[in-house]
């Protein structure tokens, strides 16, 4: 395993995604989308608390007030930690069920779907506004993650092989000509994590290789980092000043020979990227 590299939690998570760090209680958030898992993990005692919900929950946002805005099912979600349970907020129509999500700069929270069968553009990414959902990009296929730009003006979407950029408006929440901006080869992996740093660059979770890339703003590949699993799913900043990398994994799909060959494959990962990550809003939702 890599010397850069910490295992925080060694559990064989099926499909861990959506890292959420949270500075006011120094924790972070993580879940098992296939066992219906929300984790938390206390970064001073290093404890992994678990709690399992009533339903899959495939992305994490902060509130105002401390609380969870959860992309689940077939639309948006209040969590309610103390309960272990799921508030219906509202669902979408495009897909089959929610995937990647995170709070735009304005303090949208924005998850994409998806179908079971990646179906062709058959998927779309939406915007909650309050209690209402709004389409906001039509035509994706499998988005595996979203994320802006320290200024607000970009929206990069993972979808597939490629990454998209968008102009972005925070103040109305409209994401207009999207074009590409990366395409990303077979060999290195599958584009699924994404995080942005307060350089503007973008960091990606390259899953089935294990490899985290850093792209300049203007696209060009600047670094490659080896994950100690080949199977991590996403990544996001942490820390007192975001100074920290936290990266998920999974393990769905494996024997137990495989398992032996890969075992961190489903573990909580930690590293410092040497650069610090752009501040999130929370959710501004009531």
Known sequence: MSEDFEVLVDRQAMCGASPLWMPALNCVHWVDLLRRELHTYHRDSGADE?????GPVTALGATRHGQLIAAAGRGFARVHLARSALEPVVQVRNGDRMGVGACDPAGRFVAGTQTHSRELQASGLYVLDGDRARLLVD????AGGVAWSPDGSRMYLVDARTIWVYDYDPERALAVSGRQWVVCAETEGNPEGIAVDAEGCVWVAMHWTG???RYAPGGDLETVLWAPTRRITSLAFGGSRLEEMYV?????????PALLDDPYAGALLRFKPGVLGAALQPWQGI
């Open 248 to 256: 998920t994994s999974a393990c769905y799909g494996y024997d137990e």
């Open 211 to 213: 490899r985290i890339h």
């Open 50 to 54: 678990v709690r399992v919900l009533p």
């Open 139 to 142: 035509g994706v296929t499998a």
